[in-house]
């Protein structure tokens, strides 16, 4: 089974920066998918940015321009740069993984806060 593990989370002025990082382990023997959702309270988990095997990228509108997700494969770890945090990003952020072949497993991480407050 993979396993992930979250950190990086925390309390942030409005206009800061984090930094989330989400390292894999287990029995992994090649990774299709990562990427990173948040969930505020009282709404659905969504889709904030991911990065596929080949080094695509999708993200929200809402965080274009501001987040960069960015991967080591070496690692099997995968980082979201958060820049000018507003208030409105404040959530849990979780880390997703997809990996091995088709149709892949899914793992989630544990979850980490970021709250963006002045």
């Known amino acids: 089974q993979v396993q992930l593990v979250e950190s990086g989370g925390g309390l942030v002025q409005p206009g800061g920066s984090l930094r989330l990082s989400c390292a894999a382990s287990?029995?992994?023997?090649?990774?299709?998918?990562m990427a990173w959702y948040c969930q505020a309270p009282g709404k659905e988990r969504e889709l904030v940015a991911r990065?596929?095997?080949?080094?695509?990228?999708n993200y929200a509108d809402s965080v274009k321009g501001r987040f960069t997700i960015s991967r080591d494969n070496a690692k099997n770890t995968v980082h979201l740069q958060m820049n000018s945090l507003k208030f409105e990003d404040t959530a849990v952020y979780y880390c997703?993984?997809?990996?091995?072949?088709?149709?892949?497993?899914?793992?989630w991480g544990q979850g980490t806060q970021v709250t963006v407050s002045s």
């Open positions: 997703y993984v997809n990996y091995g072949r088709n149709p892949g497993s899914d793992s």
């Open positions: 287990g029995s992994i023997f090649s990774i299709n998918l």
């Open positions: 990065i596929f095997s080949g080094g695509s990228t």
